[in-house]
């Protein structure tokens, strides 16, 4: 499907033909069609309810991702749920990451429930409060989730 400056598809099952990808599901795949020269940016991802994100989910994702590397599209992950993350599962997502470079992108209800996605979320963070690419959202997930940088308290007299 086409909207605005995306592509997206639903619920697709992704099998490896010469790359080392396992047989697996992701409910979606999204193609943004703004790179400006630079790779395409292209974003896979796992959404739960309350549900736990698991080792499996991450392994299956990363694996995909990682056969993009070194390709014309620049991969990202998506982990999206309608709870708050644990810890175990914020630990357990942060392995897809790259070694150099953020790829990994963290949405809880928190995220996902106001009409800016950061809305709520940088009132407790310092990042920034508007995200327009998945470059700006796995950026947002390193300060909130896996190097989180909290707002310090006012400090006016």
Known sequence: MLSGDMIYSTAMNITGVTADVARCETDFVIVSQRHYGRRIPIAMGECKASGEITDGDVQNLKRVADAFEGTRM?????FAKTASFTREEITRCQT????????????????LEPYFVYERTEKE?????????????ARATEGIY????PKQ?????
Request: without cysteine.
């Open 74 to 78: 620049e991969p990202f992950i998506v």
């Open 96 to 111: 897809a990451q790259k070694a150099y470079g953020h790829r990994v992108i963290l949405l809880s209800g928190r995220e």
């Open 125 to 137: 963070f310092e990042i920034r409060s508007s995200a327009v690419s998945f470059e700006d959202l």
């Open 146 to 149: 896996f190097n989180p940088r």
């Open 153 to 157: 308290p006012s400090t006016t007299q």
